[in-house]
């Protein structure tokens, strides 16, 4: 007995059909994606005037034939025909051996830098002019390439705009090839993108601003060693200890010798942490207010590396480096605001904290739209032995220092008051 379109059999194939759309699916995908990389060389060769001439030029002439209008015809004859001559401005490829160097590649927030163009053809035969463009940051700058002879070389130079803390990106160097209608223009990468660093302005810290940021003699622990400063006890001398630490008075007395032992003294540890919540700057983190936050934070972190101490600066899943001040200013020029956070400091500041060795002194640096209560939340996330310091970018304001409890306080109004304000904490 068979079964009728709605019994078993229909059933079945409704369920093989089915089990079949996915592999029909992943299959059309592919082939998408493919003719996508296919065609990107062309979307991105022909302009959108180009798209329209021969759109145009298409419509115009199919239209002419089915109405049999030879006036459709002729215009899309021109536009089709013009199409076709601009595209022969395309052919052929030019060997050039481009260079982009910048100089410095590092520099102060203001100072002066500039970008050095080289295009040498390596062409057996003499090239056209060409354009060449090069993108500086998010803009670019362009430069009308001469018909160059096997070898010869020609050379651009550009200001690269220094104004602002960041990263410029300049390159890659682009040659275009276009027809003189603007329907194509074709793009030929000749190098790699290169970094430009616009450090923060920074200002050195006098001994008294830097004193204020650590011990001076660091803190004594319980470890005992046998060379240190802080004189803990004596103990019988033993084959191949330090004659130096021979404490004769009291071998003297007792007629063996005895030498000097000391309690480990550890240097206390600096921990800066940055903030880069838009909701902590009266300007969303945009403007004077987070610049003058990073300048100061990487004024106290530069000062640390100098004088040999123990330093970390740290913002929302950020840790800067600090082997060096050249390592530290570089990762302080890429930091920009994060303006999509919900979270409160103390939940912005607990996984950063939570990979740091227990610090002398922690340092939080931010706007004037942190409220005090997240404040003393935040500085509660370290021990009592930790002194917790707030200082708040304020550009204008003069400078202030107050307690919040046991939270210092420094309004920072200018990178100008920012060592006076840390000589007045101590």
């Given amino acids: 007995m068979s079964a009728g379109p709605g019994g078993v059999d229909g059933r079945d194939d409704t369920a093989r059909a089915r089990a079949g759309l996915p592999a029909v699916t992943r299959t059309a995908r592919r082939l998408l994606s493919v003719s996508r990389s296919r065609l990107r060389p062309v979307r991105e060769t022909v302009t959108p005037l180009g798209w329209t001439a021969l759109g145009g030029g298409a419509l115009f002439g199919l239209s002419g034939v089915l109405l049999g209008w030879t006036e459709l015809i002729v215009v899309g004859a021109v536009l089709l025909a013009a199409a076709a001559l601009a595209a022969l401005s395309l052919f052929g490829r030019p060997l050039f051996r481009v260079t982009i160097e910048l100089s410095p590649v590092r520099v102060v927030e203001g100072e002066r830098a500039l970008g050095r163009l080289l295009v040498v053809n ?38 690269v705009p220094t104004r602002r803390r960041s990263v410029i990106l300049a390159g890659p160097a682009r040659s275009i090839r276009g027809d003189a209608l603007g329907l194509f223009r074709r793009a030929v990468s000749w190098t790699e993108r290169i970094e430009l660093f616009v450090h923060p302005e920074t200002r050195r810290l006098s001994p008294t601003a830097t004193g204020v940021m650590r011990d001076l003699d660091g803190r004594e622990s319980s470890t ?43 240097r206390s540890r600096i921990v800066v942490f940055l903030t880069r919540d838009a909701r902590a700057y009266d300007d969303g983190g945009d403007g004077e207010d987070l610049e003058l936050a990073v300048r100061a ?27 060096t001040p050249t390592a530290l200013l570089d990762d302080c020029a890429r930091l920009v605001t994060d303006p999509q956070g919900t979270a409160g400091l103390r939940e912005r500041m607990r996984p ?28 509660a996330l370290v021990g009592r032995g930790t002194a917790v310091v707030h200082l708040e970018s304020a550009p204008g304001m003069p400078a202030r220092v107050s307690s919040l409890g046991d939270i210092r306080s420094v309004r920072l109004g200018a990178l100008d008051q920012l060592d006076r304000a840390l000589g007045v904490l101590g």
Wanted: with cysteine; net charge neutral.
């Fill in 122 to 159: 390596e062409a057996p035969l003499r090239s056209l002019p060409v354009l060449m463009e090069v993108p500086v940051g998010r803009g670019a700058v362009e430069f009308r390439v001469p018909s160059l002879r096997p070898d010869e070389s020609h050379e651009e130079l550009f200001a």
């Fill in 224 to 266: 005992v060693t046998d060379n240190d400063l802080s004189f803990r006890t004596l103990r019988d001398y033993v084959p191949g200890d330090d004659i130096r630490f021979v404490h004769w008075r009291s071998s003297a007395r007792t007629g063996s010798l005895l030498v000097r032992q000391f309690e480990e003294t550890r």
């Fill in 297 to 323: 934070s990487a004024s106290i972190a530069a000062a640390m590396i100098r004088s040999g101490r123990a330093v970390s600066l740290l913002s929302e899943g950020v840790r800067c480096r600090t082997h």
């Fill in 352 to 379: 950063m904290l939570a990979g740091e060795e227990a610090p002398g002194i922690l340092v939080i640096v931010g706007g004037r739209g942190i409220p005090v209560t997240e404040l003393r939340s935040a500085g």
